[in-house]
């Protein structure tokens, strides 16, 4: 066993993906010269690429201009400047599209955030312990953590910055299913998609950017079977814009007070977008720039009834594809051979390694029998199973250190990230990073967003970390 103690506060961040390795980096620097230690628990060889961009799947890009995916804030070039530096993207002809912008590899954007986060590691300022941490408990002032390599921690504050919980599939067909050589349950996984022949007639649940992947991926890789995709509404992610836009709208001076209100907004927007030379891509641009603000603004209730009812629209407007994964999608539809439907699965069974499945169409009403020889799904996050995800979490939330937020988007926190307990309090030493914060912040998937929030949570501690020492040192003249 690793004991980790120290005379100095010490700083546990849970999860080094993109969040965990920004949100390190960015306290290290507010911290720089002042006596912290800050450990990240990530399981993975390096800090910054996570689940996002831990891929080495060519198939896989980065599905926002290079242009805007910085660091740096002061600094809107960072990335592109470390591109150019890193020789990238290299063996990669198809990263620069049509439009003119470079879309590299989501591993080359993984490198990025690691050499980001490098110089701090270098510095002893940030220490990698690559472990999956196993529990946490309250200890007085302070939160005792064990991790499955053997380290044992004593925090002054951990920070919950683990991603969402993985897909979960509709019950009928996980239990139908269950062990079929080619159902793949988490498309997610390294490889997960090599069971996958090159004739196989493929069903895909879900219709968002992860199932965009998938489609791409498989091409890629030599498929040539029949891909048939289906969502309740039947809607897919959309491409970018051709040209640059500048956003399009005002949201924020009369804030709406009701999704209804909001709606009519937006579409009084999508209206007017054109005759100033625009497309409902600055639209969707302006409501993502404006996003924290307009959900601030909206009451619980009506945070509630948008992500009920025009979630789904906003996902396929706003969290867009590649524009070469876009153009793959786009070829087998034209074909043929990509079918994108609407609809819901009915029956669904396998004789042998057959699977046969009733689609019932959205629309119509109509029931198709179709038959596959694999599945995958791509549904979203199993938002309501986040606690129970991982046993650290289920063993917070159990005392009630942790609960669900009331919106059904991640976890419970106030307007400082701080970790809401079950009495509804925030706890200043427990805090929620990333996008499990969503049901507070709002917009918090994009990676701008989630950037802003890391540095945002980091201001946070810093300031309460100084506060502390002067309250200390204060103790100790009196």
Known sequence: MVKHRSHRPVVAIIGGGFTGAALAANLARNTAGRAVDIVVFEPRARLGAGLAYDTFDPAHRINVPAARMSLVPDDPDDFLHWLAAEGEPRDDPDALAEDGNLYPRRAVFGRYVSDFIAPHLKAGQVHHRRERVGQIVRVGDQWRGH????????????????THPAPCAPQNIAKVLAGHPRYVADSTLQGAQSVIRGDDRVLVIGNGLTAADVIASLRRSGHRGPITAISRRGLRSRGHATTAQEPFGDFVTEPPQTARSLLRQVRIALQQAPAEGR????????????????WRALPIAERKRLVRHLRPYWDVHRFRVAPQIDAVIAQGLEHGDVRVLGGSIGKIDHDGETIAAEVRHRHTGKREQLVFDACVITTGPAHTGIL???????????????QLDTVGLGLACDEQSRAT??????????????????????????????????????????????????????????
């Open 279 to 294: 497309s409902w891509h600055a639209v969707f641009d302006a409501l993502r720039a404006q996003g924290g603000d307009i």
């Open 388 to 402: 129970r995800s991982q046993r650290w979490l289920a063993d917070l939330a159990d005392a009630g250190y942790l």
């Open 421 to 478: 307990n079950r009495d509804g309090n925030g706890d200043d030493t427990l805090f929620i990073a990333g996008p499990l914060a969503r049901g507070t912040f709002g917009e918090l998937m994009g990676l701008p967003q989630v950037n802003d929030h890391a540095i945002f949570v980091a201001d946070q501690i810093a300031q309460r970390l100084a506060r502390q020492s002067r309250f200390r040192a204060a103790a100790k003249t009196a």
């Open 147 to 162: 991790a499955d390599g053997g380290t044992d921690i004593l925090a002054d504050i951990p920070i919950v910055a683990t």
